[in-house]
């Protein structure tokens, strides 16, 4: 018996958008991966759908191409060409309904009979609306036998209107439950891991609160600058790029309430429940609580505008006013050509109310989950050195992937969240409401950023860990970034 989640019919991905680099580098290999582990529905077909013109023989030579420079795993060409008959590929326009007309019929013929249809948009977003009445009109959003999805990559909107607008828009054609938004930082094993860390064991829960935890940092460094993707940055900088999908989700899934199952709706609401316990800023709040920045240089990077206030860096202290949270900052920062690469949360208890011992240092411990790279759960307490009267010193208890699970235990994101959607599972994707809320936290920080300039735009020098002010924003608050000192701790 198959998958029910498949219910016996063959499956069709429709990738609009295939001739993109997303389709080679990430889409193409993860569900070639997906196949060789068997986890692929048992009969199904892809079909590429693009602007460039192609045969379907030249399609599947430019992913083999594409699988050879991105794929993470090694193949064999036997392998590829038991998959590769799967593949097809579709030329046409996204604004003409004439062509999805002829791709509905494609279809068909491919088919031979009733099947699923998963649609994926591997484009920019102001397509999605034009590709998902089109599909409509060509009446190949209805549900018989054989369900219908949409997955839809980020950014979704760029800002809180447009983010409704889009909403509005899609809704018109699909149900919320046929909508599949992608966040790929959902899709990382480690960032489920915040969850199964929690919520797997009990020793943590009890103290998972404001009674016993200082503050939170959560940081993603990134250590490339904007590369080829400078003239779509330019017009977004790091805000809308990271923290209103990425830092956001990292913040809800540290935060969240113990949800009742881990199924979609009670994973979603609790995630929805942090973002509306987060009040927008006030443009006062805004200078106080938040830091923006470029990197030296930036301006000059090609197709960058040479007076660009575009920040690649920034730094802000959020409050979740809640019973478990009130009062304990979440400091988040995230930025382009950073020291290293290195995405970790540090949950930074409270200290020893009393130093006991006389040569006690008064250290707080602290969990650090490391996201990427050298992927593990750190935490640090404080021990007796040996052969000393009474002094202290940290020491930690390491968990790390590579070292429990082998080093090719990581799938890459995208497996995990195709896998989903062809399961109909949309837990670790983003509900309409929840990035509605989370573009009216943005909202107010970009506006206060680009209409009144403030906080001033800081600069920072590349390969840094970020400007001066990031620091005395915590300085302020008697507080200081830990990752550095934790990034230590993994050399020892
Ligand atoms: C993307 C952003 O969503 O995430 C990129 O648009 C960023 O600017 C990327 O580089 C980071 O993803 P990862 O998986 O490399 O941490």
Redesign the pocket.
């Known amino acids: 018996m198959g998958n029910p989640a498949y219910n016996g019919l063959l499956t069709t991905i429709v990738i609009f958008g295939a001739s993109g680099d997303l389709t080679r580098r990430k889409l193409i290999p993860s569900l070639f991966n997906l196949f060789r582990k068997r986890r692929t529905p048992k009969k199904f077909l892809i079909v590429g759908f693009g602007g460039t013109v192609f045969s379907s023989d030249q399609f599947r030579q430019h992913l083999n191409t594409g699988m050879k420079e991105h794929a993470g795993f090694n193949f064999t060409e036997e392998e590829w060409s038991i998959f590769a008959p799967n593949l097809h590929y579709r030329s046409g326009n996204y604004s003409d309904l004439k062509d999805f007309h002829s791709l509905a019929s494609h279809l068909e013929g491919l088919e031979g009979g009733e099947a699923n249809r998963l649609f994926y948009m591997a484009l920019p977003p102001s397509l999605f609306p034009s590709i998902i009445q089109n599909l409509d009109a060509s009446r190949q959003l209805i549900e018989n036998s054989g369900w219908r999805r949409v997955v839809l990559e ?1 950014p979704f909107g760029t800002d809180r209107a447009s983010a409704a607008e889009l909403n509005f828009q899609v809704h018109r054609a699909l149900n919320e439950n046929q909508i599949y938004r992608i966040d ?2 959902l899709g ?1 094993e480690t960032v489920q891991n915040i969850l199964f860390t929690r919520f797997a064991n009990t020793i943590f829960e009890p103290i998972w609160n404001r009674n016993y935890i200082d503050h939170v940092q959560i940081t ?1 460094a ?1 250590k ?1 600058g904007v590369e080829h ?1 400078a003239g779509f ?1 330019d017009g977004v900088g790091v805000l809308r ?2 923290f209103q ?2 830092l956001l989700q990292l913040l809800t899934l540290v935060a969240m309430e113990p949800p009742a199952s881990f199924n979609a709706q009670h994973l979603r609401n609790e995630k929805v429940k942090v973002l509306s316990a987060i009040q927008p800023m006030t443009p006062e709040q805004v200078s106080l609580n938040t830091v923006r920045a470029q990197y030296k240089g930036y301006r000059e990077e090609p197709e960058v505008r040479g007076d660009s206030t575009t920040p690649t860096y920034a730094a802000l202290r959020v409050y979740v006013n809640n019973w478990r949270w009130k009062g304990v900052p979440f400091y988040l920062r995230s930025g382009k050509h950073m020291a290293e690469k290195q ?1 970790q949360i540090i949950i930074q208890f409270k200290e020893p109310p009393l130093a006991m011992f006389p040569m006690q240092t008064m250290k707080p411990n602290i969990l650090v989950l490391y996201l ?1 790279p050298d992927e593990g759960v750190h935490l640090r307490f404080e021990a007796k050195a040996p052969d000393t009267v009474a002094e202290t010193r940290s020491v930690d208890m390491e968990f790390h992937y590579a070292e429990a699970f082998g080093r090719t235990a990581i799938p890459e ?1 995208y497996e995990r969240l195709l896998l989903d959607a062809l399961q109909g599972d949309a837990s670790l994707f983003t509900r309409a409401d929840e990035v509605e809320t989370a573009w009216s936290l943005i909202d107010p920080i970009l506006q206060t950023w680009e209409v009144h300039q403030t906080p001033p735009l800081a600069t920072y020098r590349p390969d840094s860990w970020g400007p001066a002010e990031a620091y005395d924003l915590l300085a302020h608050d008697g507080r200081r970034w830990l990752n550095e000192e934790a990034s230590r701790m993994l050399d020892k």
């Open positions: 980020k790929h930082y990382k993603v990134e490339v993707r940055y790029d990271m999908n990425h995405s990427q994101s």
